[in-house]
T-cell receptor, first 114, second 113 residues
Framework: DVKVTQSSRYLVKRTGEKVFLECVQD?????MFWYRQDPGLGLRLIYF???????EKGDIPEGYSVSREKKERFSLILESASTNQTSMYLC?????????????FGPGTRLTVL | AQSVTQLDSQVPVFEEAPVELRCNYS??????LFWYVQYPNQGLQLLLK??????LVESINGFEAEFNKSQTSFHLRKPSVHISDTAEYFC???????????FGTGTRLLVSP
């Protein structure tokens, strides 16, 4: 079974702190994604990566950056956390080659910024 | 640009009743369509998908969805729901080829005894 793990289920940080959210997948997937999920807004794509050291902006990249140094690991970074970044963050990966296909999601990290 | 509309934010239903969760999309090109389910305190998991071929697709737990190109819809149905189907359901669309997924805002299905 594909497994996508996220480093924390719950995280509480203070405004201005630098925050790292880690995601690891064990199925040698090429593509990895970071979404945030908010009530009434569904999932919105923050960043994605098609390969090691490669990244592309999604729909809401402002205030975030990412790092993909190894194929299995994709990190989301909040350089200076703000209260409006309080949200559920979901990581996903897929093996899409040539066309979009099933994404596999981690359990999510619920981040609260005070 | 693509978009996905899930008009119903919440659908309450009694156990063993039928249910339909609606999904409409907008796209000027051919699409792939997905339904994902999120059980409480979990991430999303794929329920079913349409990539090509038969327009009626089924899941292993009794859900089905039909791709209707003329109505740009991909509604999810189940003839008889269980308490365990209580979850949030997300419809998603991507243009054919390799394009990012666009998700709807979700529909919370509440099944009561």
């Amino acid at each position: 079974d594909v497994k996508v793990t996220q480093s924390s289920r719950y995280l509480v940080k203070r405004t201005g702190e630098k925050v790292f959210l880690e995601c690891v997948q064990d199925m040698d997937h090429e593509n990895m994604f970071w979404y945030r999920q908010d009530p009434g807004l569904g999932l919105r794509l923050i960043y994605f990566s098609y390969d090691v050291k490669m990244k592309e902006k999604g729909d809401i990249p402002e205030g975030y950056s990412v790092s993909r140094e190894k194929k299995e690991r994709f990190s989301l970074i909040l350089e200076s956390a703000s209260t409006n970044q309080t949200s559920m963050y979901l990581c996903a990966s897929d093996l899409s080659q040539g066309h979009t296909d099933t994404q596999y999601f981690g359990p999510g990290t619920r981040l609260t910024v005070l | 640009a693509q978009s996905v509309t899930q008009l119903d934010s919440q659908v309450p239903v009694f156990e063993e009743a039928p249910v339909e969760l609606r999904c409409n999309y907008s796209s000027s090109v051919s699409v792939y369509l997905f339904w994902y389910v999120q059980y409480p305190n979990q991430g999303l998991q794929l329920l079913l998908k349409y990539l090509s071929g038969s327009t009626l697709v089924e899941s292993i737990n009794g859900f089905e969805a039909e791709f209707n190109k003329s109505q740009t819809s991909f509604h999810l149905r189940k003839p008889s729901v269980h308490i365990s189907d209580t979850a949030e359901y997300f419809c998603a669309v991507a243009n054919t080829g390799f394009q990012k997924l666009v998700f709807g805002t979700g529909t919370r299905l509440l099944v009561s005894p």
